[in-house]
């Protein structure tokens, strides 16, 4: 097992004319035996990060040390990525179909030129810690999307590695065996203490295998911190619509409130007047026909506009009665009738209130 360490790792490519910088001057230390999660949009430098990592790139500038050994250095890779003890995980996790599964689990191992016995001994291991131990003589096509998965994982830690880097390793999968396929990751890298590094677009992926996370936007690591701390206090906009589902809206601070037309969020901290955006999660508001819900604080009556029905959830756009042009999505239980009023409520201390650049104040 080792501890990663990145200090000021950057990585700069050129595209015609203009410097893309994929990686910018990041920190990171991920203790040894830990998980750590990286979230980020397309093109934010996630791959490269851990290409980095892995030494597949090299730095343009800044350092990595695994435990104290330095590795990486500008223009500089002093250990060789088949020296490091990593294993990657790709979003295909594909197999080789014409090897059986014994065989793809054996294939990492075959090319170290490792001994027949031993590579028996470790692929059964490993089978056995992935429960796929009674399909091994079977091909990819005839084993389940579950045990395909289960292998490619096997692959990956037949090595011994000290190192686990999983590069949206769910995005491919179908819905039915993501959930599983998350658990998994989570349960053997708490088993093993592996030392894991999971990048996604997808914060719920990160939210399933780590509570330590980050947040990368055009190469920067822009915050850190726990997962659902990222969640509730984002640092920006940007952040905030990375880590979930959250209305963003126009709104103007008067009198120690939130005015949205004729709705009045109360705040309980001084803020100069003006305009602002606000940002709350779904579940930071509701609608009910009654006039309280416990931990929630009734600010007035909104007008329903559309409600459609996704995924066991009615989704509710409202309006303040006095002016269409705000809206907000609600999730509800239950169908509301276009053009009704309907009471709103509001968690005020869940509001995010950013600044015209959209940083958090
Ligand atoms: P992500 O994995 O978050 O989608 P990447 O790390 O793949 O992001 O890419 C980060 C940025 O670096 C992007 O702008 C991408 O176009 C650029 N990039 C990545 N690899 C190369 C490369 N080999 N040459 C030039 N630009 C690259
Ligand atoms: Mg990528």
Redesign the pocket.
């Known amino acids: 097992m080792a501890k990663v360490v990145l200090k000021d790792l950057t990585?700069v490519?050129?595209?015609g004319k203009n410097l893309?910088y994929?990686?910018n001057k990041i920190n990171l230390e991920v203790s040894d035996g830990r998980s750590f999660g990286i979230v980020?949009?397309?093109?934010?430098?996630?791959?490269?990060?851990l290409?980095l990592i892995a030494g597949l790139e090299l730095p343009t500038d800044g350092y990595i040390y695994f435990d104290e050994k330095m590795v990486s250095a500008p223009n500089r890779i002093i250990v060789d990525p088949a020296d490091r003890g990593i294993a990657m995980v790709f979003q295909n996790w594909a197999l080789y179909p014409n090897m059986t599964i014994y065989d793809n689990i054996a294939f990492p191992l075959r090319n170290m030129k490792v001994p027949k016995a031993e590579i028996d001994k470790k692929v059964k291991e490993v089978a056995e810690i992935l429960n796929i131990q009674h399909i091994l003589d079977h091909y990819p096509r005839e084993v389940s999307g579950g045990q395909m998965q289960r292998t490619a994982l096997a692959r990956a830690l037949v090595k011994n590695p000290k190192i686990l880097l999983l590069?949206?390793p769910f995005s491919n999968l179908d819905a039915q065996i993501r959930d599983s396929a998350r658990a998994l990751v989570r349960k053997i890298q708490r088993e093993l203490k592996l030392t894991t590094i999971i990048?996604s677009?997808d914060p719920a992926d990160i939210f399933a295998i780590t509570e330590e996370a980050g947040v990368?936007v055009n190469?920067i690591l822009v915050q850190k911190g726990n997962a659902s701390e990222i969640y509730d206090n984002p640092i920006n906009e940007t952040v905030s619509k990375l880590l979930g589902d959250i209305n963003i809206i126009k709104a103007e601070i008067k009198d120690s409130h939130i005015k949205l037309g004729n709705i009045m969020i109360p705040i309980n901290r001084k803020l100069d007047k003006g305009v602002i955006d606000i940002g709350i999660r779904p579940e930071d508001i509701k609608i009910s026909e009654t006039n309280d819900i416990p931990g929630f604080v009734n600010v007035g009556k909104v007008k329903i506009k559309v409600s459609s029905y996704v995924a066991g959830t009615f989704k509710v756009v409202v309006s303040p009665i006095d002016d269409e042009s705000i809206e907000l999505n609600v999730n509800t239980e239950k169908h509301r009738e276009a053009g009704t009023d309907i009471n709103l409520f509001i968690k005020p201390e869940k509001i995010k209130i950013f600044d015209e650049k959209g940083n958090k104040i």
Do not use: N
């Open positions: 990585k490519f050129k595209k893309i994929a990686s980020g949009p397309s093109g934010g430098g996630k791959t490269t990060l290409r590069d949206e990048v677009h990368i190469g």
